[in-house]
């Protein structure tokens, strides 16, 4: 079994790490972010916003945990800032999860052939392959989630607390998936627990104080249902409509929360999220298939039926309390990321549904049964992982940000030559790329960077800038002047084609009079995406 499980770890890492620098085809805002984060931490041990070994994470536009940031920077230490470095830690912790799977379903089953199904399903589960090949949070915190529950049934409960009790500074999502579970884990095993882990308790009182005061109850109010404007949109709408008094007793904010939470929970258990679409936003999901292989849909009924039977009420539990957190947010209905703690018992499930199928068979006919089955899993792998590699970055560049590596080292290197530079900020963020790409030390980012309100900078040119000579916006020129007549000698500017480009024009084949086009971007596709010029 030793060999086996070795062989499976080998099998996840390769196809979670096969090509890491170059699919995704580039690494979209949040990984720069981690990257960047983790490059600072790891020069000056500070943020971006000069906190010094924070517990949560000052980014540009909001709070983050911490965790994910820290635990990168060994990798920014040894390869840098690339794909790999930034990716490489992913790519680690998810080929380690079927293994803490495998001890997980072997300690409450006791075993072994339900066991290796369910490692084996998740080491080739489309969902989280695609999540450990990008620099995602809940990767890490599933790991956590994992051996904290294996501890815990082991009566390991001082380690296994700390690690679950570390889990709301991974992904916000744990700030209310950890303690239900640890409350189900509790009437599940009713443990006698030690006074150390009372200690332990009685320390992180603080820390669970500020997920309900602090910057993580900050992050759920931009996300969560109760401060959703669409609430008070439709719930304006309703009212409007109706002349009648008892409207108010229909559509009121109770009522239209509940039936959101309601929608969005089970929509989390829908053939469309799990077998046919999954996620609505293409970097979470392939939308070639569902997040799940659609041949494990007979094997997740099966399984469950079987889980029922064998009263292992563990998986049950965890099925039915993994959406709850992405129920409460108003984008929740598809959202695989805070979808992502269902992974483990759905594993389980097809797993289990697997065997049960297998063990229900006459001797002679188990074989051809089993190798039945893995044909097709096998073959509809191969679908996924061809569209994956082939037309999934053709389709998708936009989501993760193809252009800005390029453009940006290219700034990198040619800035010195130039007295000002001008980068555009209106096609995405463009200040945390620049920092990371151009590896700008953040010790002097964080004496040059002040937070103003965007206002006119430059002549015709309106954003903020980053002392001595970076400037980040859009151009402005002012009446009965182009963009063209902004753009002045000695500096460098890099141009959007969407944003500033007027139609279809390649200032690459033919640029503006007096413009000299330095270097020129392009998606899969071959269309300019950005171009770096200056004044002739």
């Known amino acids: 079994m030793g060999l086996i499980l070795s062989l499976l770890t080998v099998v996840s890492l390769l196809v979670r790490g096969f090509s890491i620098s170059s699919l995704p085809p580039e690494l979209f805002g949040d990984e720069i972010d ?12 500070r943020d971006l916003y000069g906190q010094l070994f924070p517990t949560y994470i000052h980014s540009l536009s909001e709070w983050r945990t911490p ?10 230490s040894i390869f840098g800032n690339t794909e790999l470095g930034v990716r490489l830690p992913e790519v680690i912790l998810g080929a380690v999860a079927p293994l803490i799977l495998f001890l997980l379903v072997y300690q409450v089953s006791k075993n072994r052939s339900v066991a290796l199904l369910s490692s084996i399903i998740l080491a080739i589960l489309p969902w989280h392959i695609l999540y450990s090949r990008a620099a995602f949070e809940s990767v ?7 051996l904290g529950t294996l501890l815990f049934i082991k009566q390991r409960y001082f380690v296994s607390l700390l690690l679950f009790f570390l889990t709301p500074y991974i992904y916000s999502t744990a700030s209310l998936f950890t303690p239900l579970w640890l409350l189900a884990l509790t009437v599940l095993y009713r443990p006698k627990l030690p006074k150390t ?43 409007t409509d109706s002349k009648s008094p008892l409207e108010r007793l229909f559509s009121n904010r109770p009522v239209f929360i509940a039936t959101r939470i309601y929608s969005n929970y089970l929509s989390a258990f829908s053939p469309e ?4 679409r999954g996620d609505n936003t293409a970097r979470q999901s392939l939308q070639y298939i569902g997040e799940l292989l659609p041949v494990f849909a ?12 064998q009263k292992q009420y563990l998986w049950l539990v965890w099925l039915l309390l993994a959406p709850l957190p992405s129920a409460l947010t108003y984008d929740g209905a598809y959202h695989a990321t805070r979808l992502f703690m269902m992974i483990p018992s759905l594993c389980v499930a097809v797993g289990s549904g697997i065997y049960w199928l297998v063990k229900s068979m006459p001797r002679y006919a188990k074989a051809v049964v089993y190798v039945a089955i893995w044909g097709v899993i096998f073959f509809q792998f191969t679908l996924a992982a061809n569209y994956y590699l082939i037309h999934y970055p053709l389709r998708t560049w936009q989501w993760w940000h193809v252009g800005f590596k390029q453009a940006m080292e290219k700034v990198g290197e040619l800035s010195d030559q130039y007295h000002q530079v001008f980068i555009n900020n209106s096609y995405e963020p463009s200040l945390i790329r620049f920092l990371f790409y151009t590896r700008y030390p953040p010790s002097q980012f964080h004496a040059n960077f002040t937070v103003d309100k965007p206002s006119d900078i430059s002549a015709g040119y309106y954003g903020f800038y980053l002392a001595p000579k970076y400037y980040f916006g859009g151009f ?22 969407r944003d500033d480009v007027p139609g279809d024009w390649d200032w690459s084949k033919n640029p503006p009079g007096g413009v000299k086009v330095l270097f020129t971007t392009r ?9 770096l010029v200056t004044k002739n």
């Open 34 to 45: 981690v990257g960047y984060q983790a490059f600072s931490l790891l020069h000056t041990g």
């Open 67 to 76: 965790m994910l940031m820290y635990y990168t920077v060994p990798t920014i």
């Open 273 to 276: 999220f799990l077998f046919i």
């Open 298 to 309: 007979p094997f997740l009924a099966l399984g469950l039926i079987y889980l029922v039977k």
């Open 197 to 239: 882990s009372f200690l332990l308790l009685i320390v992180l009182v603080p820390f669970g104080l500020s997920l309900l005061s602090g910057q993580a109850a900050e992050r759920f109010g931009k996300v969560g249902l109760f401060s959703n404007p669409e609430i008070i949109d439709q719930l304006t709408r309703y009212r």
């Open 140 to 146: 890490l915190l599933l790991d956590f989630i994992l």
């Open 476 to 497: 402005s020129p002012p009446p009965n002047k182009s963009l063209v007549d902004v753009i002045q000698p000695g500096n460098l500017y890099v141009v959007s084609q």
């Open 523 to 531: 998606n899969p596709l071959g269309t300019p995406i950005f171009y």
